[in-house]
């Protein structure tokens, strides 16, 4: 696979540099500049996951790579993706089966074993800051990986108590950092320890971030598998809303439909509406971000936009040919008990806005799917306030609140973090 920075098409990276390099020059993301389509569609739709994903990425991916594609892909993707009915012509494609209860699972297991794979006898150092779920899927992708240990730093006291849990109690390569003050200096941190150049050599930084091109590609087969589970007559005219906040999910599924799946797309956005906005004035103008109960889109700056747009031009399509919309808090719970008492179906506020925007654009003989990106479990306080309901934890999760959290503290200073990263890997 060839790969160009989308700010300098002179950098051309193969997919495994691109996986270790992250991002390129002036911070440009890497991307192909043609995507061939597959043209056994069909077939690929009637195998199963695993085999018919095996097939997507190795398609994207080339002959020249990654010998043990295959094999990372059985072992990735070991949990399902349902689609669930939850109204007339829509259904949920329920991401949120993995070991984190995110969609995050799927992109994170994947990078995980990737790495392992192209490392060679170099060892790396995942160092990342998250406010939540990002965090936790990469914690438990990651786990007793060999030659990777995990650095997460979070704000001390402003992660939920599941993420936190889900984060800290693993132990092993994965160490937890509860940082003493906001997520804003856990970032600065980070970018910190990018910019010198000696700690990211001697430790083999890499962010594993949602900008890496591994996790795209892992995301791409889970629009198959959503079409894969409809009756064939419905296949040719389904509609994905995609509840967005970096704008990696939906690059992944417009990945999909240049490789020949039949679909259109809704973006669906909370208050943090640049996107929206850009596309009914044409300005790109991003605001403070304001939080919000879909709390994993509170961005403002979406970093995955660029591809959007790459894309869009590699296609010959247009940003017209997008349905979008944005929600406030209020409406969101008001579609949330509005659902539950119409057919049951329990949604989370990042689901609930995707389900109503695709309901409000969804046209006669089209079959919507809205991605169900997390657990309502995972946003438990405010599912149960808001549907009057007791959500449960699914037990394995149950058992992990039980545990001790082994997260290490400090304040939020470089120089502590990087003695800290040198004598836990013993290069020091
Ligand atoms: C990360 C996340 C999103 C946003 O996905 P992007 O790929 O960043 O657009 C939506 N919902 C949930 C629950 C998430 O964790």
């Given at each position: 696979m060839e790969l160009f920075n989308l700010k300098d098409h002179n950098e051309q990276v193969s997919f495994s540099q691109a996986v270790?390099?992250?991002?390129?020059?002036?911070?440009?993301l890497f991307f192909p500049d043609h995507i061939t389509p597959i043209d056994n569609i069909d077939e690929l739709l009637d195998m199963p996951l695993v085999e018919r994903s095996q097939k997507v990425l190795r398609h994207l991916i080339g002959n020249d790579e990654l010998p043990e594609l295959e094999t990372i892909v059985a072992d990735a993707f070991s949990f399902k993706a349902p689609i669930v009915k939850a109204d007339e012509n829509i259904y949920a494609l329920e991401l949120f089966h993995g070991p984190t209860l995110a969609f995050k699972d799927f992109g994170a297991r994947f990078m995980?074993?990737?790495?392992?794979?192209?490392?060679?006898?170099?060892?790396?150092?995942?160092?990342?800051?998250?406010?939540?779920?990002?965090?936790?899927?990469?914690?438990?992708?990651?786990?007793e990986q060999k030659g990777i240990d995990v650095v997460i730093l979070y704000p001390k006291g402003k992660i939920s108590e599941l993420q936190e849990k889900l984060i800290a109690t693993l132990g092993k390569n994965i160490r937890a950092v509860t940082v003493n003050g906001i997520f804003d200096e856990c970032q600065d941190l980070v970018k910190t320890a990018f910019d010198?150049?000696?700690?990211?050599?001697?430790?083999?930084?890499?962010?594993?971030?949602?900008?890496?091109?591994?996790?795209?590609?892992?995301?791409?087969?889970?629009?198959?598998?959503?079409?894969?589970?409809?009756?064939?007559?419905?296949?040719d005219s389904v509609v994905f809303s995609v509840p967005c906040g970096n704008f990696g999910n939906i690059t992944a599924g417009l990945i999909a439909k240049s490789l020949g799946l039949k679909c259109?797309?809704?973006?669906s956005c909370n208050a943090n509406d640049t996107i929206p906005r850009y596309l009914t004035t044409g300005n790109y103008e991003p605001h403070k971000t304001v939080a919000?109960?879909?709390?994993?889109?509170?961005?403002s700056r979406p970093n995955n936009w660029p591809r959007v747009e790459a894309l869009v031009k590699m296609q010959g399509w247009s940003l017209k040919d997008f349905d979008f919309g944005s929600m406030s808090d209020a409406d969101t719970e008001k579609t949330m008990q509005a659902l539950y008492k119409k057919t049951g179906y329990v949604l989370e506020p990042h689901a609930a806005i995707a389900y109503q925007l695709l309901s409000d654009n969804l046209k006669e003989g089209e079959t919507g799917i809205f991605l169900g990106t997390a657990h309502p479990a995972k946003f438990k306080a405010d599912v149960d306030r808001i549907l009057g309901i007791d959500v449960a934890l699914p037990k394995a999760l149950q058992d992990t609140v039980a545990l001790e959290s082994?997260?290490?503290?400090?304040?939020?200073?470089y120089n502590t973090l990087k003695d800290?990263?040198?004598?836990?890997?013993?290069?020091?």
């Open positions: 270790l390099k992250g991002i390129g020059k002036d911070q440009g995980a074993r990737v790495l392992g794979a192209i490392r060679q006898d170099n060892h790396l150092t995942i160092l990342t800051a998250t406010s939540g779920d990002t965090g936790a899927a990469v914690a438990a992708a990651f786990y010198d150049q000696e700690f990211k050599k001697t430790v083999g930084l890499n962010s594993a971030n949602s900008i890496n091109i591994s996790r795209l590609l892992a995301q791409v087969c889970y629009y198959f598998e959503a079409v894969s589970q409809l009756p064939k007559e419905k296949r259109r797309f809704v973006i919000t109960l879909s709390n994993a889109m509170d961005i082994k997260a290490h503290n400090m304040d939020p200073d800290y990263v040198l004598t836990e890997e013993g290069l020091k």
